[in-house]
């Protein structure tokens, strides 16, 4: 089992940048890395994922072009880069792993999940 942990959320302005961080309590470059969001009452999202090399794998349609998944091993950290933030962009952020390499793109099939961290975006 591995801990996760996010931070970098907040209260942003439509247009403005935020980047999550999320620091794995183990080495990142065994496990493949998402980004789920939640709004309440609706199902979570897959955001984007990267598999165990790195590479970024998925995104959702609706934040291509704007959020970028990135890592480094070096500080077992794994980042989201969101930029031109949207109101619609609003959720808990969850950083999550799995080791298996298949079914990145689905967020059920990821076991570890950090405590989530809270971005809002206002119009």
């Known amino acids: 089992q591995v801990q996760l942990e996010e931070s970098g959320g907040g209260l942003v302005q439509a247009g403005d940048s935020l980047r999550l961080s999320c620091v794995f309590g183990g080495a990142i470059s065994t496990y493949a890395m998402g980004w789920i969001r939640q709004v309440p009452g609706k199902e979570r999202e897959l955001v984007g994922a990267?598999?165990?090399?790195?590479?970024?794998?998925y995104y959702a349609d609706s934040v291509k072009g704007r959020f970028t998944i990135s890592r480094d091993n070096a500080k077992n950290t794994g980042y989201l880069q969101m930029n031109s933030l949207k109101p619609e962009d609003t959720a808990v952020y969850y950083c999550?792993?799995?080791?298996?390499?298949?079914?990145?793109?689905?967020?059920?099939?990821?076991?570890?999940w950090g405590q989530g961290t809270q971005v809002t975006v206002s119009s």
């Open positions: 990267t598999i165990r090399s790195g590479m970024s794998l």
């Open positions: 999550a792993a799995k080791l298996a390499s298949y079914d990145e793109q689905l967020w059920r099939k990821y076991p570890y």
